[in-house]
């Protein structure tokens, strides 16, 4: 069946610092790839997304390109700040989301 | 436009309690889904509806759990008999369609804990 996986966290960084949050996939079709972020206590928010295949979805400074010849799906920014640091979730979408598992990020000023 | 409503943000129970879980979707929308989330680990699919029908349920457990999103008023999903493992924290989004191309909304999720 589809699936999600991410690399595993925590991950912990300085200020400024460049961030990369490994993300590959596993599905049939051509489904939608996400990224959604979590804050402490809070529910998910979306921060990106992209539809089809080398498609690039950006927000706040984060960046994803949807690469179907690797299966991949990796979170990038160039430069993090402490109100960065939150919970990162990957999905795809062939329908209902199917999440990775999460990588925490802490950045530390 | 108000977000995905869910209420109570919070719900302690003792095990063998009830619990019901709210959820109204935006407005406009008429897809809602049900994830978990249990302690460290992501969001795991529970079911998929659609006004007064289930589509999918395929990750709602076989006993004791059930949903429904009637006609009027918000969608409900009951678990009875609660036990240690049911706490987790339950997610509703909802969709103004079907398909991959419509975007899932969150709500801020309801935090159950079984005493």
């Known amino acids: 069946g589809d699936s999600v996986t991410q690399m595993e966290g925590p991950v912990t960084l300085s200020e400024e610092a460049c961030l990369t949050i490994n993300c590959t996939y596993t599905a049939t079709g051509y489904p939608s790839l996400f990224w959604y972020v979590q804050y402490p206590g809070e529910g998910l928010q979306l921060l990106l997304k992209a539809t089809k295949a080398d498609d690039k979805g950006s927000n706040k400074g984060f960046e994803a390109t949807y690469r179907k010849e690797t299966t991949s799906f990796h979170l990038e920014k160039g430069s993090v700040q402490v109100s960065d640091s939150a919970v990162y979730f990957c999905a795809l979408k062939p329908g209902k989301l199917i999440f990775g598992q999460g990588t925490t990020l802490q950045v530390k000023p | 436009n108000a977000g995905v409503m869910q209420n109570p943000r919070h719900l302690v129970r003792r095990r063998g309690q009830e619990a019901r879980l709210r959820c109204s979707p935006m407005k406009g929308h008429s897809h809602v889904y049900w994830y978990r989330q249990l302690p460290e680990e992501g969001l795991k699919f529970m079911v998929y509806l659609q006004k007064e029908n289930i589509i999918d349920e395929s990750g709602m457990p076989k006993e004791r759990f059930s949903a429904e999103f009637p006609k009027e008023g918000p969608s409900i999903l009951r678990i009875q008999q609660v036990v240690r493992g049911d706490s987790a924290a339950y997610f509703c989004?909802?969709?103004?369609?079907?398909?991959?191309?419509?975007?899932?909304?969150f709500g801020p999720g309801t935090r159950l804990t079984v005493t």
């Open positions: 989004a909802s969709s103004p369609g079907q398909g991959v191309a419509y975007e899932q909304y």
